[in-house]
Structure formats: structure tokens, C-alpha cells
């Protein structure tokens, strides 16, 4: 079955680092998110992006953070300079045409600031 | 806050019993959707139902919608220890917005 893959699955920074988080959305898959789940706290969006644009941000999503698909597969979260704050897991997600609804998530990666 | 409410914020049953976990929101919606997260893993969806219905089905899960009271519940029959999990609903309007989530734990 397709599947959302994410790497690395445990990322650690020290603040000020810029760091990228990877995805490969499933192929045929034309919206792409992310959202990010502070410890114990809510599962939060971050950034929807459809046809090489962002289509909508939070206000979590702020100037530190950029989005990119650089090629035909990967879908990259970049920060650029990390806060202590920014430690949570990070979920990458995506949907496809038919149904927009439904989106389907990877494993997420564990980002960790010192 | 456009984010749901779950409650209870955890329970815990024994294999075979019923779970209910109760979702309320605020805002006007077009579907609510159940997810499940098992631990340190990503979000896997569940069942998505829709404003104009009041009732689903798939498999052992049954969602109900009360869009009067802006409420959902789930409803996991005959749970098992491998439904151990947290479950969160989120409304969707183009992008999910999660609530808080239920940890279940099923002993088995």
C-alpha cells in the first residue's frame, strides 16, 4: 500500500541551526501539508501546498519557515533557525484530487533543539 | 479556538468492552473526521462523516454527528489491546484542525 515517507525520523539541532525535514507524499498525490505536534499537546497545521505554492500557512508559520518541492517526489520542511520551541514531532501529509478530505500521514520526524 | 474538544482526555477498559470518546467543536463544519495516533507514530484516518449524515459505520467503529449541539462521538465495539491508541477528531476546512485527542488503553 502507498505510504507517506518521512526522514529522518529523529532530527537533532542545536538552536540557530537550520534544519530540513524530508517527505516523499504518495505519488499521485497532488496536496501537500504539514503540521506539527508539540509533546502532549495538539496535532497543529503548519502549510497546505498545491502546484508549487503555498496554498494556505498558520501563523505558527512564520518567516523562519519555508516550504519547497524540489523535484517530482520530495516535499521539504525547512527551518532556518531553529528555537527550542520548535522542538516537536513534524507530520508531512498529503491528498489527492478525488478526495481532498482525506489526507494520509507519515510517521513524522522528531525534531529535537538543544 | 476552530479546534475540537475531546473527552474523556483518557480511558482505559478492558478487551471486549466499549469504547465512546465525545468530540465537540465550534464552528459550522462540512465533515468531521476521526484519526488515530498509535504512540510516536504518524496519524492514520479512520472514518470521515459528513454534515448532512448522522450516522456511520465501518467495521467496529460507529460515528455519530449532532451538528445541533456540535458534537461527534466514536464509538469502538468490542475493543482489543491492539485499539490501544489516541484517537482525535478534526474538522476540515481545507486543512484538518485537530482536537485534543483521547488516549485509549485496552487491557487485555
Known amino acids: 500500500e502507498p505510504e507517506v515517507t518521512q526522514t529522518p525520523s529523529h532530527q537533532v539541532t542545536q538552536m540557530g541551526q537550520e534544519v530540513i525535514l524530508r517527505c516523499v507524499p504518495i505519488?499521485?498525490?497532488?496536496?501537500f501539508y504539514w503540521y506539527r505536534q508539540i509533546l502532549g499537546q495538539k496535532v497543529e497545521f503548519l502549510v497546505s501546498?498545491?502546484?508549487?505554492?503555498?496554498?494556505?500557512k498558520s501563523e505558527i508559520f512564520d518567516d523562519q519557515f519555508s516550504v519547497e518541492r524540489p523535484d517530482g517526489s520530495n516535499f521539504t520542511l525547512k527551518i532556518r533557525s531553529t528555537k527550542l520551541e520548535d522542538s516537536a514531532m513534524y507530520f508531512c501529509?498529503?491528498?489527492?484530487?478525488?478526495?481532498?478530505?482525506?489526507?494520509?500521514f507519515g510517521a513524522g520526524t522528531r525534531l529535537s533543539v538543544l | 479556538s476552530q479546534q475540537g474538544e475531546e473527552d474523556p482526555q483518557a480511558l482505559s477498559i478492558q478487551e471486549g468492552e466499549n469504547a465512546t470518546m465525545n468530540c465537540s467543536y465550534k464552528?459550522?463544519?462540512?465533515?468531521l473526521q476521526w484519526y488515530r495516533q498509535n504512540s510516536g507514530r504518524g496519524l492514520v484516518h479512520l472514518i470521515l462523516?459528513?454534515?448532512?449524515?448522522r450516522e456511520k459505520h465501518s467495521g467496529r467503529l460507529r460515528v455519530t454527528l449532532d451538528t445541533s449541539k456540535k458534537s461527534s462521538s466514536l464509538l469502538i465495539t468490542a475493543s482489543r489491546a491492539a485499539d490501544t491508541a489516541s484517537y482525535f477528531c478534526?474538522?476540515?476546512?481545507?486543512?484538518?484542525?485537530f482536537g485534543t485527542g483521547t488516549r485509549l488503553t485496552v487491557i487485555p
Open positions: 478534526a474538522r476540515f476546512e481545507n486543512n484538518l484542525f
Open positions: 505519488s499521485n498525490h497532488l496536496y
Open positions: 501546498f498545491y502546484n508549487n505554492e503555498i496554498s494556505e
Open positions: 464552528t459550522s463544519i462540512n465533515n
Open positions: 462523516i459528513r454534515s448532512n449524515e
Open positions: 501529509a498529503s491528498s489527492d484530487r478525488v478526495d481532498k478530505n482525506i489526507q494520509y
